[in-house]
């Protein structure tokens, strides 16, 4: 996903925006792979700053994951707000940009990990599975007595 900075490089302080959505590349993270089988929205505001530009926004995306729980796939949405600083020359703590445009992708797959939740649960409710026998307790008892 990319935006154009021209415009707002030219015209240092103004604030651009647009919304941008498309494929999102599935991550791979700590052992597991996260597939986005709708692709991802995101709302990028931007400005450049006589240095650098300042991009904020707003990323959207379901992932398909498992339940930590009873281990059954479901949808998860992950929704979240960003502010990266661009540079043209790389620093720590700071994404690089060269020419015209600001490809996001790295900025929005690092952000993505951050925001995920430690472990997910596909209701409150969800009973998970015997700890004996294995079976889905949210689909029937089993009749193990633990």
């Known amino acids: 996903m990319k935006i154009n900075i021209a415009e707002a490089?030219?015209?240092?302080?103004?604030?651009?925006?647009?919304?941008v959505s498309g494929s999102f590349d599935g991550i791979d993270f700590l052992g597991e792979s996260y597939?986005?089988?709708a692709g991802a929205k995101v709302g990028a505001n931007w400005?450049?700053?006589?240095?650098?530009?300042?991009?904020?926004?707003?990323?959207?995306?379901?992932?398909?994951?498992?339940?930590a729980r009873?281990?059954?796939?479901?949808?998860y949405r992950l929704d979240f707000n960003f502010v990266e600083y661009y540079k043209k020359q790389p620093e720590e703590g700071v994404y690089a940009?060269?020419?015209e445009s600001?490809?996001?992708?790295?900025?929005?797959?690092d952000n993505v990990v951050i925001n995920l939740p430690t472990r997910f649960?596909?209701?409150?409710?969800?009973?998970?599975?015997?700890?004996?026998?294995?079976?889905?307790?949210?689909?029937?008892?089993c009749g193990c007595k633990l």
Do not use: W
Request: one cysteine or more; hydrophobic letters at 35%.
């Open 35 to 37: 597939k986005f089988p």
């Open 70 to 75: 009873c281990l059954e796939e479901f949808v």
């Open 9 to 19: 490089v030219r015209c240092e302080g103004e604030s651009f925006s647009a919304d």
């Open 102 to 109: 600001i490809d996001l992708s790295q900025m929005l797959e």
């Open 97 to 99: 940009y060269g020419g």
């Open 121 to 141: 649960i596909c209701r409150e409710e969800c009973k998970g599975l015997c700890g004996r026998c294995g079976a889905n307790l949210n689909e029937n008892e």
């Open 47 to 67: 400005r450049f700053d006589g240095q650098g530009v300042i991009v904020s926004g707003d990323f959207s995306a379901d992932i398909a994951v498992r339940c």
